[in-house]
């Protein structure tokens, strides 16, 4: 794959990733909530999502996704029913300031499952990358260099635009200092987070 093809590929990714969507919303949510640090398995959890659905588009499995239909339904509800939980949780939190001005992290697998639930939730990537992938390279004869050639740039470029989107809402989350702002935040964060989980849903 010549370098031509990967930054046309490159710049339409960032227009659509750096577009507010679920994805964001609940990235910066999570940030809000319990800070960048908590937040890494979650974006990371993203990427991994996103390449999932580049691999099933570059690999041509659209009729996998037709056939086993009902299990990405399952996947989006699941995924839906997720978000919507957690956003009843940031709304119900007490806001807590002693010894720390902000909620104790979420564990680790839990940000992760989050992410993926997220991503992986909403098969319309699938179909972003089969719509650009064709005007660049031949998906009948894709070798692994060109596999991992848009890999590459796939999470470099995400990585760019979701933790320009982290340093943002932690440098506002560190102006929270009174019960009263954490409140706002968390109240925020599960509108946001309800939100997203509405967008996904509906979602075809």
């Not at 564990?107 to 992410?115: A, D, E, H, P, Q």
């Not at 719509?131 to 050639?149: E, H, M, Q, R, Y």
């Not at 989107?165 to 109240?187: E, H, Q, T």
């Amino acid at each position: 794959m010549d370098l031509a093809s990967l930054l046309v590929f490159a710049i339409a990714l960032a227009l659509a990733a750096g577009s507010p969507g679920p994805s964001l919303a609940a990235l910066v949510a999570q940030v809000l909530a319990r800070g960048w640090r908590a937040v890494l398995p979650f974006v990371m959890a993203m990427w991994l999502g996103e390449l999932i659905w580049l691999t099933m588009a570059i690999v041509g499995l659209v009729a996998v996704a037709e056939a086993f239909h009902s299990a990405f339904v399952v996947i989006k509800w699941l995924g839906v029913g997720y978000l919507s939980w957690l956003a009843w949780r940031m709304w119900t939190v007490p806001a807590e300031t002693s010894g720390k001005t902000l909620p104790e992290p979420r564990s680790g697998i839990k940000m992760f499952l989050s992410g993926m639930a997220v991503t992986l939730g909403n098969p319309k990537i699938m179909v972003f990358y089969l719509a650009l992938l064709p005007t660049l390279i031949d998906l009948g004869n894709v070798s692994i260099s060109d596999w991992a050639a848009i890999s590459i740039t796939l999470v470099t470029v995400l990585a760019a635009i979701d933790l320009s989107y982290v340093v943002l809402a932690a440098g506002a989350r560190n102006l929270m200092r009174s019960p009263r702002a954490v409140r706002i935040a968390n109240r925020a964060s599960a509108t946001v987070m309800g939100g997203a989980a509405i967008a996904i849903a509906l979602r075809d």
